[in-house]
């Protein structure tokens, strides 16, 4: 199972200021859980610093010293060319993306248009297989002018846009599973027909899922092939309780949750099989039985989870441990069943009220007569995106500055 831990925009500012704090004790939970093997990376999804300076990317240095161990994949956003120049974001991507906890990339350089000229800027992008999943990391930001506020937008440039063809060209004959990861939408990027291409390129490819950054809120927009889905922000948190998305592809199934930080471990998500707002393809249930699985975070041993799986409100049947991340169970699918649930404790106790911790996650799986839907009339936009969904942290209503103009 591949599972990553994506934290969203930073907007790095003072060392002094809450969301730092808030990286910081991210980054500390999610570090506790790569130790125990439990999550394959971070994901940083761009505009790390609010103006794209050196001290500002220091701050983020610093937080992410004190966990030199965990990797960490990372992309630019558009306030990481706040000003025109990437030379401080081009330096922390040379220490942190060229190391090897973030995968020993390297920066290229190349030609991309402007409104009036074209320039050669320096682009990060990458790709890598983790844990059986080829993973495509998207640079979208375009050259800009050199000041703040002006001349920015989102472009990938022909020889970037080239490359993401062979890439999942070679994935698609190889039959690997792909992911890609921006820092927006294939529909925010300013060229309609580098729009179009990104849009047609990863539904194509049969892409699982795509990771973003950028809107500031949590949503989820499935088109029936791809799960296009965005984390909120860390440095405004205009969407609830700070913290950070969960996401894994277990076999055809893609699923996606978001953990607040003020929600202690364990947390359960179902992987498999999909819900059927998320699902590719029909449950398989030949013999009226459907295989469950779940991915557990938790410090705690395994042996001290206690994991059950219900139907609707039936009995509880028991899970049982399916390598170091995740649990499983081979239950009855009646006809008719509709809720999917899992419970997890790990024997862990809330300080304050004595009380077990636990978490439960819930799905409504797929149908055996599932129809994916048509293509969409904008393929890689938000026109899909799903109503609220509180279970997995989505409340569906675009709070943030970059959708309907909020200040920060």
């Given at each position: 199972?591949?599972?990553?831990?994506?934290?969203?925009?930073?907007?790095?500012?003072?060392?002094?200021?809450?969301?730092?704090a808030d990286l910081r004790a991210i980054l500390a939970e999610v570090a506790r859980l790569h130790a125990r093997d439990l999550i394959d990376f971070a994901y940083l999804p761009g505009d790390l610093a609010e103006d794209g300076t050196a001290a500002q990317y220091a701050v983020l240095e610093r937080?992410?010293?004190?966990?030199?161990?965990?990797?960490?994949?990372?992309?630019?956003?558009?306030?990481?060319?706040q000003f025109g120049t990437m030379t401080a974001f081009d330096a922390l991507f040379a220490r942190v993306a060229g190391s090897a906890r973030g995968g020993a990339h390297a920066a290229r350089r190349n030609t991309l248009p402007r409104p009036r000229d074209p320039a050669c800027v320096t682009q990060y992008y990458y790709a890598e297989t983790i844990n059986g999943v080829r993973?495509?990391?998207?640079?979208?930001?375009?050259?800009?002018?050199?000041?703040?506020?002006?001349?920015?937008?989102?472009?990938?440039?022909?020889?970037?846009?080239?490359?993401?063809?062979?890439?999942?060209?070679?994935?698609?004959?190889a039959g690997r599973p792909c992911a890609v990861f921006t820092h927006v939408y294939p529909d925010d990027l300013r060229v309609p027909e580098e729009r179009a291409a990104l849009a047609g390129l990863i539904r194509d490819a049969g892409v699982r899922l795509v990771e973003m950054g950028h809107t500031h809120y949590n949503e989820l927009a499935p088109d029936g092939r791809t799960l296009y889905a965005a984390a909120r922000s860390v440095g405004q948190n205009e969407d609830g309780s700070v913290g950070y998305a969960v996401a894994a592809i277990d076999g055809p199934a893609v699923s996606w949750r978001f953990k607040p930080l003020d929600r202690a471990l364990p947390f359960a998500m179902i992987t498999s099989p999909?819900?059927?707002?998320?699902?590719?393809?029909?449950?398989?249930?030949?013999?009226?039985?459907?295989?469950?699985?779940?991915?557990?975070?938790?410090?705690?041993?395994?042996?001290?989870?206690t994991c059950r799986v219900r139907v609707d409100d039936g009995l509880p049947h028991p899970m049982i441990p399916d390598g170091p991340r995740s649990v499983r169970a081979r239950i009855d699918w009646p006809e008719g069943a509709r809720r999917l649930s899992v419970e997890i404790a790990d024997g862990t106790v809330n300080p304050r009220t004595g009380?077990?911790?636990?978490?439960?996650?819930?799905?409504?799986?797929?149908?055996?007569?599932?129809?994916?839907?048509?293509?969409?009339?904008?393929?890689?936009?938000?026109?899909?995106?799903?109503?609220?969904?509180?279970?997995?942290?989505?409340?569906?209503?675009?709070?943030?500055?970059?959708?309907?103009?909020?200040?920060w």
């Open positions: 199972m591949f599972a990553f831990a994506h934290i969203g925009d930073l907007h790095l500012e003072a060392a002094t200021d809450p969301n730092v937080a992410l010293d004190d966990h030199p161990d965990l990797p960490v994949r990372l992309i630019p956003g558009d306030h990481d060319r993973c495509l990391f998207l640079d979208t930001v375009s050259a800009g002018y050199g000041e703040k506020g002006f001349g920015l937008d989102f472009r990938l440039g022909p020889r970037q846009l080239a490359w993401i063809a062979r890439k999942l060209a070679k994935a698609r004959a999909a819900d059927r707002r998320l699902a590719t393809a029909s449950l398989d249930a030949p013999d009226g039985r459907i295989e469950v699985r779940a991915l557990v975070l938790s410090t705690a041993d395994p042996g001290d989870w009380a077990p911790n636990v978490d439960r996650d819930a799905i409504e799986p797929a149908g055996r007569l599932f129809t994916p839907p048509p293509v969409p009339e904008r393929p890689g936009s938000d026109a899909f995106r799903l109503p609220a969904w509180a279970q997995k942290g989505v409340r569906g209503d675009q709070l943030g500055p970059n959708r309907n103009g909020r200040h």
